[in-house]
């Protein structure tokens, strides 16, 4: 092991799984029943409950839902779909995976979520929808987009892989548009390992999701092998083999019962972090607007380049130097030779996301963090910040 990786004490992430999980995972591999089953509905209850939304249909991962979703609203081929390109790939890929067209939008400057204006001129007599993505937990402005999607007769798809829970005024985000998407991915808020789920109050688009989710049969395996069941099935579509597990039901069902505090655990982290760097002027913290509350599944420092010596990324390595394994969220989608080759994006196209990128790191922020590890990355950013500091001009004063 050389130097370096032997110091990177703080991993960027550390799940938090306790032996709950663990009995709750044994006791279903004891049972006999290892895939989607009556605890993947009870979670599918639960989730539903706890965001406050009517349905909500488990799947194999966060991009599954997206997909889904899409699905539901009937996304036809050449139809197109406004999303941040500040966001992951999985965003657009699933609007990619029907053949629609991403149609990539700037970011506003403070939370760096979609910028409604600059959504608001891409739109086309073939625009479909908005995939509004909440970056880092922190809701996007919802009400304008709303505006503008009923303005212009489009759906939203709210891609929620970051924002659980998290709040937009008194409204839980899942319970707010017409469908919204989460991830269950080893280092989302609430992890199952791999899945992901979609809410909706759109009980039709519910029953087609239910069934695309299992290969377009129309019912579930579960029924088929139930007392209550029978052997008899459909094939209703060419569907996806997209459904969950009761094994990662019964890692949700534990880790959802902890999600609130393990989203204080984070918010009381992000605290400490704000008050631990707010006299640096060579950084900027991400700011809440007051009537929002992120889940905090990211802490997205922004640099002031023009401040410091070092870049970006000779920040993150001296970070690493120190012990702290950082992040950085999300490389813009026009920056990828992909959707530079299929859609003829480049450098340039989005300044402010690209401005954005080249200044913002990603600090760890996980609920099993210890305080000597909060402590450390607190001294390993001001410590960065003090060697790397450009000097300050002494000050001038008029000649006399
Ligand atoms: C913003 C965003 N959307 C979608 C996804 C896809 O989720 P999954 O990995 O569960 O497919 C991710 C995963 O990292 C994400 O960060």
Same mark, same amino acid.
């Given at each position: 092991m050389s130097n370096v990786s032997s110091l !990177?004490? %703080?991993?960027f992430h550390r799940a938090a799984i306790g032996d709950e999980e663990v009995a709750a995972v044994s006791e279903v591999l004891r049972s006999g029943w290892l895939t989607m089953g009556t605890r993947t509905q009870e979670f599918e209850r639960r989730f539903a409950r706890y965001v406050g939304a009517p349905d909500a249909i488990a799947v194999s991962s966060g991009t599954a839902a997206l997909h889904l979703a899409l699905d539901a609203i009937g996304l036809r081929p050449g139809e197109e779909v406004l999303l941040p390109t500040t966001t992951f790939t999985a965003t657009a890929e699933a609007v990619i995976y029907l053949g629609g067209r991403p149609v990539l939008v700037d970011v506003e400057p403070? @939370?760096?979520?979609? /910028?409604v204006e600059d959504a608001a001129r891409r739109i086309t007599p073939r625009t479909r929808a908005i995939l509004a993505v909440h970056l880092a937990g922190l809701p996007c402005d919802l009400d304008a987009l709303q505006r503008l999607a009923s303005n212009y007769g489009l759906r939203v798809v709210e /891609? @929620? @892989? &970051?924002?659980?829970?998290s709040s937009y005024g008194s409204r839980t985000i899942g319970s707010i548009s017409e469908f919204t998407a989460f991830s269950f991915y080893a280092t989302k808020t609430l992890t199952t390992g791999e899945g992901g789920m979609v809410t909706t109050a759109n009980a039709q688009a519910a029953e087609r999701m239910r069934m695309m989710r !299992?290969?377009? %049969?129309?019912? /579930? =395996?579960w029924k088929r092998y &139930? @007392? /209550?069941? =029978?052997w008899r099935y459909e094939v209703m579509e060419a569907g996806y083999k997209y459904n969950f597990t009761d094994l990662q039901a019964a890692i949700g069902l534990v880790q959802l019962q902890k999600c609130d505090a393990m989203r204080e655990a984070r918010r009381r982290i992000a605290e400490q972090y704000t008050l631990g760097l707010q006299d640096l002027e060579e950084v900027e913290l991400p700011a809440t607007p007051p009537d929002r509350e992120s889940s905090w599944h990211l802490f997205i420092l922004r640099l002031h380049l023009d401040k410091l010596e070092i870049d970006r990324d000779q920040f993150i390595e001296e970070l690493k130097r120190r012990g702290v394994g950082c992040s950085v969220h999300? %490389?813009?989608? &026009? !920056?990828h030779a992909f959707y530079q080759r299929e859609f003829g994006c480049g450098a340039g196209d989005f300044p402010r996301a690209e401005a954005e990128y080249r200044r913002c790191i990603s600090l760890p922020i996980f609920p099993t963090m210890r305080e000597d590890e909060i402590e450390r990355v607190l001294q390993a950013v001001i410590g960065t910040v003090r060697m790397t500091a450009k000097p300050v001009p002494a000050p001038r004063y008029a000649a006399r």
């Open positions: !990177l004490s %703080i991993p403070n @939370a760096m979520n979609i /910028d /891609d @929620a @892989a &970051h924002a659980l829970p !299992l290969h377009g %049969i129309s019912r /579930d =395996s &139930h @007392a /209550d069941g =029978s999300f %490389i813009p989608l &026009h !920056l």
